[in-house]
C-alpha cells in the first residue's frame, strides 16, 4: 500500500487558523475539529492496518506564517511484519514559516515481532518558527521481542541543522546487552523548539535534557510502560 496525505494551514484574516487543505488516504486519515480559538487542531487516525510490512506512508505538513495547528495521533500505531519480510517506511515532511507554531503528537508506535519498518522526520523551521515534536516507541507487544526499526530525524532552521539523529532498535545483537537499553521497553523523545533560550543540559534516572543548535532541547527517556515515558518527558 501507498499513501499520501497532506495537510496546510495558515493564517486567517481573522486572526485563527484556516486548513486550506486537507487530504487524507487510507490508512492516513485527517479529522479537524471545531474549535473556537486561534489555534486549529486535527486528529490523525490509522484507518487500515498499517504499517504492514511493504507499506510506504507519506505525510505532509504545511504551516504558514503565524499560523497554529497541532496534529495528534488518536490510538497506538502497530508496526506489523509483511508477507514476505518486506519492510515498511513512514515519512513525515513538515515545513513552518516564520511566526508559525506546530505541535505533532502521535500515540505510540509499537514495533511487533518479525516487523522491519523505517520511519523518518523531515522539519524545516523558517525564521523563529516553534516546532513540539513527541516520540514514544515500544519495542514489542507484552511478552515478545521486538522486530527491527530504523528512525530518524532531521530538523533544520533557515537551512541549518539543528538536529540529525539516526537510533536502529531490534539488532538481537545490541539488545542483549544491558548497555543498550537497559532491558527497558519504552524508549521516548521530545523535540522542543519553542524559543531560542538557551537550555541547560539535565538529567535524572533513565531521563536526560540536551540542548540543541540555536535554542530549544531534545527530552528522552527510557521506560517499562508509556505511562511512565510520558510522565518522564512532561517532568523533564
Known amino acids: 500500500m501507498k499513501a499520501t496525505a497532506r495537510l496546510v494551514a495558515e493564517l486567517g484574516p481573522d486572526g485563527r487558523t484556516v486548513l486550506r487543505e486537507l487530504r487524507s488516504m487510507a490508512p492516513l486519515t485527517l479529522f479537524p475539529r471545531r474549535r473556537f480559538t486561534r489555534d486549529a487542531l486535527v486528529h490523525l487516525v490509522n484507518s487500515a492496518t498499517s504499517p504492514l510490512g511493504g507499506d510506504e506512508l507519506r505525510l505532509v505538513v504545511r504551516v504558514g506564517t503565524g499560523a497554529r495547528l497541532t496534529l495528534s495521533g488518536v490510538a497506538a500505531t ?104 537497559a532491558g527497558r521497553r519504552v524508549l521516548a523523545s521530545e523535540i ?6 538557551p537550555v541547560e543540559p539535565t538529567g535524572g534516572e533513565w531521563w536526560s535534557v540536551s540542548p540543541l543548535a540555536g535554542g530549544g532541547a531534545l527530552v528522552t527517556a527510557l521506560a517499562d510502560s508509556t505511562v511512565e515515558a510520558e510522565r518522564m518527558l512532561t517532568s523533564g
Request: proline share 5%; charged share 25%.
Open 78 to 181: 502497530l508496526a506489523l511484519p509483511g508477507p514476505r519480510g518486506e519492510a515498511s517506511s513512514s515519512i513525515v515532511d513538515i515545513s513552518v514559516e516564520d511566526g508559525g507554531w506546530f505541535s505533532y503528537l502521535p500515540e505510540p508506535t509499537v514495533v511487533t515481532a518479525r516487523a522491519r519498518h523505517v520511519a523518518e522526520l523531515h522539519v524545516s523551521l523558517t525564521g523563529d518558527a516553534a516546532f513540539r515534536a513527541r516520540e514514544v516507541l515500544v519495542l514489542g507487544r507484552e511478552g515478545e521481542s521486538p522486530g527491527r526499526l530504523t528512525t530518524t530525524q532531521h530538523v533544520v532552521r533557515d537551512g541549518r541543522a539543528v538536529l540529525r539523529q539516526t537510533l536502529d532498535i531490534g539488532d538481537p545483537a545490541l539488545g542483549a546487552s544491558l548497555a543498550y537499553l
Open 192 to 197: 522542543l523548539l519553542l524559543d531560542e533560550k
